[in-house]
């Protein structure tokens, strides 16, 4: 690691023994980590992301079921950043690799079970009653499984070695009557993220069999609310997050063309109007976006409610100016964003922030693909 980002993590272990603190003096440490600088500080991200790939911090120990996750946010945000040589590609896809869930033999896969990619040790070996870790169940997981194929897309990882069948037939397995997915084949919840999930690892894959495509956007198409936004689920509130979902999905199961809904799209479609008009008034007026009405914008929605908008063609009309000032004011003296302006950066909002950035062409990131949320490398058949 380069002297700069051995100083990054000694201020931020400095930084991070202050969550201890009261309240009130969590306030003051924080405004002390907001950037006053008028510039995208790369060199500052890179060495926040390479730390972060090195060495996480302890208050993320309890995100531990998330470590694929949390390693994605760090590769891919490295990706966009045009920094992967500071990754050991090689390690990295063997790490990866060790958490899918394999069946025990063909049969297995149509047992109910999800042959995806476990989050974590934890959620592979999770502990017995003595504290032993043993393979007690199969916690494949559809969100980790993306995570997993995204950062194995982004260190180049040969796709053709990976098993597509068991991903994709027991994928299926998650899908229910509703069009809608379960991430998990138990107890699990089922909403738009999870058929966003599902179409992102279909496309990543090149292979449309582990789901019903049409059935999975009559499901979207109902959760298109009165005002034009989508809510997670049918008939409930919209939200940035949600309305991502939607779009990116129907984006990537080919049912929009050209910004509008297909003309060969049957039964329903979407208020393009109504959904475009509810996403622009998503900018407030401090620049950035807001997931829902009446809601203080937040990093993360500069990238949800930015990609439909590129998605759809609409992103033209952002206030690009207004958007970089806003997120300028979430950048850290000491890289990464912050939800907020003044607060700490995390690895969510950090990987988000990039992603916006990108999408506001910042020169030295890589382009993005907005409905897969990562660098675009897709554009040629896997």
């Known amino acids: ?16 023994s202050s969550s201890s603190a009261s309240e009130g003096e969590q306030t003051t440490s924080f405004g002390s980590s907001s950037s006053s600088s008028l510039y995208f500080e790369r060199e500052r991200h890179v060495s926040f992301l390479e730390m972060m790939y090195q060495r996480l911090p302890s208050y993320l120990q309890s995100q531990e079921i998330n470590r694929l996750t ?28 060790s958490f899918q869930a394999r069946p025990r033999n063909e049969a297995d ?11 974590s ?32 897309k982004a260190v180049g990882y ?51 069999s582990g789901m019903d495509q049409e059935k999975a956007k009559q499901y979207i198409l109902n959760c298109q609310s009165y005002d034009g936004g989508f809510g ?20 990537l199961m080919g049912f929009i063309e ?39 914008s937040d990093t993360c929605y500069a990238f949800w409610i930015g990609g439909i908008l590129r998605i759809l063609n609409g992103y033209k009309f952002v206030d690009k100016e207004a958007l970089r000032r806003f997120l300028l004011t979430c950048q850290s003296q000491y890289g990464g964003f912050s939800k907020y302006p003044g607060e700490m950066p995390d690895l969510y909002h950090s990987y988000y ?25 897709f554009d040629q058949a896997i």
């Not at 896969?109 to 989050?119: P, T």
């Open 158 to 208: 040969n796709f053709a070695n990976i098993n597509r069948e068991s991903i994709l037939t027991s994928m299926r397995n998650l899908q229910q009557h509703d069009g809608s997915f379960m991430p998990i084949h138990y107890g699990a919840e089922t909403d738009l993220r999870f058929i966003y999930c599902a179409a992102a690892i279909c496309f990543m894959l090149g292979d449309w």
């Open 121 to 152: 040790r934890s959620s592979q070996f999770p502990p017995d009653d003595s504290g032993v870790l043993v393979l007690i169940h199969n916690g494949g997981h559809l969100a980790s499984t993306y995570c997993a194929l995204a950062i194995l």
């Open 258 to 296: 050209d910004g509008s809904l297909s003309k060969t799209v049957s039964s329903s479609s979407i208020d393009m109007p109504l959904l475009l008009n509810w996403c622009l008034q998503r900018q407030a007026v401090d620049g950035g976006f807001q997931g829902r009405a009446n809601k203080p």
């Open 70 to 97: 949390l390693a994605h946010f760090a590769i891919s945000g490295l990706h966009l950043l045009g920094a992967l040589d500071r990754v050991d590609k090689d390690a990295v896809s063997n790490w990866v690799l």
């Open 1 to 16: 690691m380069d002297s700069q980002a051995t100083e990054t993590e000694r201020e931020w272990d400095q930084l991070s």
């Open 353 to 377: 922030g990039y992603t916006a950035f990108s999408l506001l062409e910042e020169p030295g990131l890589n382009p993005l693909c907005a409905e897969l949320g990562m660098t675009d490398i």
């Open 109 to 119: 896969l149509n047992n109910g079970e999800f042959y995806g990619f476990h989050g």
């Open 232 to 251: 997670l689920t049918p008939g409930s509130e919209s939200h940035g997050g949600g309305t991502y979902c939607a779009v990116a999905s129907l984006q």
